[in-house]
């Protein structure tokens, strides 16, 4: 089994060697990193070139936005599962693809075209906003899809998810989330939770940002409307203002962070 760490990347400084870094700390287990640079001017890809690592695939290549230079990087990717790192976010520890492939192999995946369903592996994530570990469903449901799907950075997708379709570029702040959508409410994927953070999510990135949010939220009600029904949407909204959405936001970004999450983690893990 390998796995393919897709990192895009465009004048990205000592970040993207920091993130490259926290790959190639990745034990026993086979994998590559697979670099789509949109030609930056920076010199940070000369740090990546001077490591001299045969498990580095660095292309360089113009591209309309980050989800078309993953577009490009999937193209180029040769292992069986992707997992997309953006510059300054760190694997959470040197286990996490060994743990994952563990889990691959428990839940039947052989790596055989057409031998079985795509899979779609996901965890939680360590936020360094926040400081602690921010705790996911261990089950995919359509109140999931809606409300909080896992950490684009913490998903680990079979290669077969991107074979009848790749990412759509249109949506600038939530193809992933789409695309997420689509594989699991349309494309048949089986989505398995692994119990152990996979990335160390840096945060405050562009889709955080108030123009980014706006537009998030006109994508959100696209996207949803497509892949939900009428009356999913409806219990959708009605238990985000049952349970109180806004102030639930506020206490998972704010001091009581810590105890939310463990909340949280008592709720879904039962610990």
Not at 58 to 78: K, P, R, S, V
Request: net charge positive; hydrophobic share 35%; charged share 25%.
């Amino acid at each position: 089994m390998k796995f393919s760490v897709i990192i895009v990347s465009l004048n990205a400084g000592n970040k993207l060697i920091k993130t490259v870094n926290s790959a190639l700390s990745q034990k026993d287990v086979e994998f590559e990193i697979v670099i789509k640079d949109g030609h930056s001017k920076d010199g940070s890809l000369d740090a990546v070139r001077l490591l001299n690592d045969r498990r580095i695939r660095l292309f360089e290549q113009d591209d309309t936005g980050i989800y078309d230079g993953m577009n490009q990087a999937i193209t180029h990717a040769e292992g069986d599962f992707f997992i997309f790192m953006n510059c300054g976010d760190y694997f959470y520890d040197e286990s996490v693809l060994a743990r994952f492939a563990e889990a691959a192999a428990e839940n039947g995946f052989s790596g055989d075209e057409g031998s079985s369903r795509p899979l779609i592996l996901y965890g939680s994530r360590y936020s360094r906003l926040t400081g602690n570990v921010e705790h996911i469903s261990p089950r995919i449901t359509p109140l999931v899809c809606y409300r909080n799907i896992p950490c684009h950075q913490a998903i680990l997708y079979s290669k077969d998810n991107f074979e009848k379709r790749l990412y759509r570029p249109e949506y600038k702040v939530r193809a992933d989330y789409e695309h997420f959508l689509w594989s699991v409410l349309k494309n048949n994927a089986k989505t398995v939770y692994v119990d152990h953070p996979v990335c160390i999510y840096e945060g405050g990135g562009y889709s955080e940002s108030p123009k980014a949010i706006k537009r998030s939220a006109a994508e959100h009600k696209e996207i949803t409307h497509m892949y939900l029904t009428k009356w999913q949407l409806f219990y959708c909204r009605l238990y985000m203002i049952v349970t109180l959405q806004p102030l639930r936001k506020r206490l998972a970004s704010g001091r009581l962070s810590g105890l939310y999450n463990s909340f949280l983690r008592r709720l879904y893990h039962g610990g």
